[in-house]
T-cell receptor, first 112, second 117 residues
């Protein structure tokens, strides 16, 4: 069974540019989460999808962040325009009630 | 609201030493789940253990052991006879909303463990 995959693994952009991160959850997992770890700090929850619906987006920092999950499959997280403080590692996770929560390898975003 | 505190920012040990990583949590829920994850230098988060609030039995898995004490709201992690490959960032985490074992995780700040040869 394939795990959670994320693309790209690294992204370096300049302040003001747009970046889109993608997450492909484990097949059959309705729950999908985005988390972020800013350098040296804790991993913080951003939002939670159940299928294509946003269940909880209380952790989204501001309206420069837009998450979508088309058809309840893969999800994208767009940052537009990116700011320096958006740098960090963005993790995606998917979960199944009986199988637990699994994390992807993360996307390391650097905003210059 | 829930909170997880890992007071140790960095720990450095020499190979074969035992090391304990502390985790203290706060939640008002009576049903919750606690987790430990390992983040090796390659960056991914590796699941180590899940424990529900009704099971206070300590658990051992090879060189790893976990001590869950509800009375002190702690879920400490011990590595026995540490190895260089144990070097990583370790995160303690909590799920307490809805009483499910999947969902929004609240993470601690992480403890950087460095094991020297």
């Amino acid at each position: 069974e394939a795990g959670v995959t994320q693309f790209p693994s690294h992204s370096v952009i300049e302040k003001g540019q747009t970046v889109t991160l993608r997450c492909d959850p484990i097949s059959g997992h309705d729950n999908l989460y985005w988390y972020r770890r800013v350098m040296g700090k804790e991993i913080k929850f951003l939002l939670h999808f159940v299928k294509e619906s946003k269940q909880d987006e209380s952790g989204m920092p501001n309206n420069r962040f837009l998450a979508e999950r088309t058809g309840g499959t893969y999800s994208t997280l767009k940052v537009q325009p990116a700011e320096l403080e958006d740098s960090g590692v963005y993790f995606c996770a998917s979960s199944h009630p009986r199988r637990g929560t699994f994390f992807g390898p993360g996307t390391r975003l650097t905003v210059l | 609201a829930q909170k997880v505190t890992q007071a140790q920012t960095e720990i450095s040990v020499v190979e074969k030493e035992d090391v304990t990583l502390d985790c203290v949590y706060e939640t008002r829920d009576t049903t919750y789940y606690l987790f430990w994850y390992k983040q090796p230098p390659s960056g991914e988060l590796v699941f180590l253990i899940r424990r529900n609030s009704f099971d206070e039995q300590n658990e051992i898995s090879g060189r790893y052991s976990w001590n869950f004490q509800k009375s002190t709201s702690s879920f400490n992690f011990t590595i026995t006879a540490s190895q260089v490959v144990d070097s990583a960032v370790y995160f303690c985490a909590l799920i307490s909303a809805g009483g499910t074992s999947y969902g929004k995780l609240t993470f601690g700040q992480g403890t950087i463990l460095t094991v020297h040869p």
